[in-house]
């Protein structure tokens, strides 16, 4: 019912930025959340950012003052700016979105999640 595709991933260098966007589709009434969550090698899934409805966000103690979440609501599309980036931020990341559709259901989404390498 609700499909989200993550792009802008890939590799990049120790203290780079990269951009991930996540556009979403399908049977979508409002958003009532939409955030990231990441998965290193061997390491459980966790969440790096948040963005609610009304617009407030929550970011990972790792990850706070380096990243920014942001949503165009036009477009359907949420992104994740990573500045500053570093070895340890590397993982497969993850679009997640909860939405209410247009039969008043609360239906929750993954992405198919996307590579961050930060390496030299």
């Known amino acids: 019912q609700v499909q989200l595709v993550e792009s802008g991933g890939g590799l990049v260098q120790p203290g780079g930025s990269l951009r991930l966007s996540c556009a979403a589709s399908?049977?979508?009434?409002?958003?009532?959340?939409m955030g990231w969550y990441r998965q290193a090698p061997g390491k459980l899934r966790e969440s790096v950012a948040f963005i609610i409805s009304g617009g407030s966000t929550n970011f990972a103690d790792s990850v706070r003052g380096r990243f920014t979440i942001s949503r165009d609501s036009a477009k359907n599309t949420m992104y994740l700016q990573m500045n500053s980036l570093k070895p340890e931020d590397t993982a497969v990341y993850y679009c997640?979105?909860?939405?209410?559709?247009?039969?008043?259901?609360?239906?929750?989404?993954w992405g198919q999640g996307t590579q961050v390498t930060v390496s030299s």
């Open positions: 997640y979105a909860q939405v209410r559709t247009t039969t008043n259901r609360n239906f929750g989404s």
């Open positions: 399908g049977d979508i009434f409002s958003f009532n959340a």
